[in-house]
């Protein structure tokens, strides 16, 4: 997850086209000739992708945007960290 991408996703694509862009690319791992570093970059894209959503309705509730990415990060962290 970077979060310089999270950011341009969330500032640049509506909410809508987030999940659909999320439903092409859940559909794509289904394809049985993938190999795992494709897998693994697509799964690097949906995690980007997931996180611009929920920035997305960060913002929505009235954060700032830095505010939103920040927390959103140390959500992340903090997940890991468990």
Request: hydrophobic share 40%; proline share 5%; charged share 25%.
């Amino acid at each position: 997850m970077k979060l310089p991408v999270i950011k341009t996703i969330q500032r640049t694509c509506t909410p809508d086209q987030i999940e659909t862009a999320l439903q092409v690319l859940e559909s794509i791992t289904e394809a049985p000739s993938l190999k795992d570093p494709e897998i693994d970059v697509i799964g690097e894209l949906i995690s980007n992708l997931c996180g611009a959503l929920e920035v997305h309705e960060m913002v929505a509730e009235g954060m700032s945007e830095k505010d939103a990415g920040n927390a959103f990060m140390k959500k992340v962290l903090g997940s890991i960290d468990r």
